[in-house]
């Protein structure tokens, strides 16, 4: 009875399934070099009643290798259009005429910013201006009086790092890919931390820039009396001032409280103590190189954990670099991690004509393209001619020799059909690696 309990568990209720590669990082990863795979739970049983939904993880059967299991998250439902622009996801159709940037749920955003850890080289904030006294050790500043530091990349401006979002005590064990990251730059950013106001302080401070901008987050201090507000500095509009704000009472010097400020998908956003004091929509900046200052104004105090992410930067597909129209009934799947993923962008079918013989018709044979991989050639030398081997679509291998094969154009595929998908991911379960400082039990958005 046990033993039919489990099978009818794994086989219509729930499966447990590993993560072999870094694909959905920040979310889910796997990595060889450390031996560090996230074991993930995969209910089955939700799809059999609903279809998926955008921004769910979901685990399906690669269309272009079908004895292959993928996980990626759904990012685009048939029938729409979807664009990758400047690192961002946008859409229309379904009533729409224009194109609307996707803003991911709060609980997707939260499990999908990027850590970034620029203290690999050094302190990551560098201090500019200071009245006083002023200490820093990692993430954690402490200042006697009013002081300004900027957040210190490796390369004057934020881009997309390879290693951005890896755990903190994994990101020296990785495998790390040369030319995988640090080609773009990356608009859209988020500092948090905790802060504890010395009784003479009027404000805290955070300026994020992207391009010519200077996006200005203010929060009262104990010694100011005023609202928090956000303010947009912009020298190509001089007679423009966008600003926001919200009622807020001097924050008490006496406690520590929790702040970030954050410019995502073209809002801006500041909040305290997990809520959102007030927002602020802009246009979209097409130069994305971003930089993060903080500063206490009127005195000193101290910042605890402070930490800069970033979004993730879509890259644009090879294949379709101005959007795909989905059909109805089929999904486009990215990975968290694009700048180190197989997915919907990418995926193309190669295509030969293989002679059948004096008897029979030419038959097509379509695979997965991966270049080293899928197809491959060998036996250059063999007087016979070489030989291709091909890995089918449905997981079959075939052998021929190159004279017998005609190649076609390649073809994108860059669809997940609805019959594929088999579950969602829903919970990670594993690993728990005190080498690591890992502890990976938590739910997955």
């Not at 955003?109 to 990692?138: H, Y």
């Not at 993730?312 to 990975?335: E, Q, R």
């Not at 860059?414 to 969602?424: D, K, N, S, T």
């Amino acid at each position: 009875m046990a033993l039919a309990v489990a099978l009818l568990l794994k086989l219509f209720i729930v499966e447990p399934y590993r993560i072999p590669s870094g694909s959905m990082q920040p979310t889910l990863f796997g990595d060889p070099k450390s031996r560090t795979y996230d074991r993930v739970l995969v209910d089955k049983l939700t799809y059999t009643y609903r279809d998926p939904e955008r921004f769910e993880i979901a685990v399906f059967r690669y269309p272009l290798d079908r004895s292959k299991t993928f996980i990626k998250r759904i990012v685009g439902v048939g029938p729409e259009e979807l664009r990758i622009h400047l690192g961002d996801l946008w859409r229309r159709g379904g009533g729409l005429d224009d194109w609307q940037i996707l803003r991911r749920p709060r609980a997707v955003q939260e499990a999908t910013w990027k850590e970034l850890d620029p203290g690999r080289d050094g302190p990551p904030w560098t201090l500019e201006e200071a009245a006083g006294t002023w200490s820093s050790q990692g993430r954690d500043l402490l200042a006697s009086g009013p002081f300004r530091a900027r957040y210190r990349p490796k390369k004057g401006f934020i881009k997309d790092d390879y290693l951005d979002g890896y755990p903190a005590g994994l990101v020296d064990h990785v495998e790390t890919k040369p030319g995988r990251g640090g080609q773009y730059f990356v608009g859209d950013l988020r500092v948090d931390g905790a802060v504890r106001f010395e009784p003479g302080a009027t404000a805290l401070v955070i300026e994020l820039v992207e391009g010519r901008r200077t996006y200005r987050f203010r929060l009262p201090g104990p010694a100011h009396t005023g609202s928090a507000t956000i303010e947009v500095e912009d020298p190509d509009r001089p007679g423009e001032r966008l600003s926001a704000a919200a009622e807020l009472a001097p924050l008490d010097p006496d406690r520590t409280w929790d702040f970030a400020a954050q410019n995502l998908d073209d809002l801006l956003e500041l909040e305290l103590n997990g809520r959102t004091l007030c927002s602020l929509e802009i246009e979209r900046a097409t130069d994305q190189r971003s930089a993060a200052w903080v500063a206490l104004e009127g005195g000193g105090g101290e910042l605890e954990d402070l930490t800069v992410r970033r979004d993730i930067f879509y890259l644009t597909s090879k294949a379709d670099p101005s959007g795909v129209v989905i059909p109805s009934g089929h999904f486009y799947a990215l990975g968290d991690n694009s700048q180190d993923s197989s997915d919907s962008r990418e995926w193309m079918l190669f295509r030969y004509l293989v002679d059948g013989g004096p008897l029979a018709p030419p038959r097509l044979v379509r695979g997965g393209q991966r270049f080293g991989e899928n197809p491959l050639y060998a036996g250059a030398g063999d007087p016979e001619g070489p030989r291709i081997r091909m890995r089918d679509e449905w997981g079959e291998t075939t052998w021929v020799r190159a004279s017998q094969a005609k190649q076609q154009e390649p073809q994108a595929a860059p669809f997940v059909p609805r019959a594929m998908i088999l579950g969602r991911a829903i919970a990670v379960f594993w690993p728990q690696s005190p080498r690591y400082d890992l502890f990976r039990l938590q739910w997955v958005h």
